[in-house]
Nanobody, 129 residues
Framework: QVHLEESGGGSVQPGESLRLFCKYT?????MAWFRQAPGKEREAVAT??????????SSNHADSVKGRFNAYDTTLAVLLQMNSVQVEDAGMYFC???????????????????????WGQGAQVSVSS
């Protein structure tokens, strides 16, 4: 069982920054940040793959956030640094944990909601001028 707890959501103006935190109780292979805007499907925006037996990790980002968002790992937490936030970045952000076996399988392109067994409660991000 993996417990996930997000924090750091809030309201920002376009162009500002925000950092989301996801604390986890057990280190698993694949962690992901999903975003769900009202009326839209939940989509992966960033993933972190933990390389087994090491402290190393690989991160992957959706094209829509590449260059602006950065997902990274620290001790028992995965963070999502959101820079140059845009109106379309608004939504509920969920942290998820799964067991994808390789870095490629843990990539954003292969990350579907059904592939993650554990979810946090979500952190709301609002963007308005």
């Amino acid at each position: 069982q993996v417990h996930l707890e997000e924090s750091g959501g809030g309201s920002v103006q376009p162009g500002e920054s925000l950092r989301l935190f996801c604390k986890y109780t057990t280190r698993v292979n694949c962690m992901a940040w999903f975003r769900q805007a009202p009326g839209k499907e939940r989509e992966a925006v960033a993933t972190v793959y933990h390389h087994a037996g090491t402290k190393q990790y690989s991160s992957n980002h959706a094209d829509s956030v590449k260059g602006r968002f950065n997902a990274y790992d620290t001790t028992l937490a995965v963070l999502l640094q959101m820079n140059s936030v845009q109106v379309e970045d608004a939504g509920m952000y969920f942290c998820a944990a799964g067991t994808a076996g390789t870095s490629a399988l843990c990539g954003v392109a292969n990350s579907r909601r059904s592939g993650f067994s554990f979810w946090g409660q979500g952190a709301q991000v609002s963007v308005s001028s």
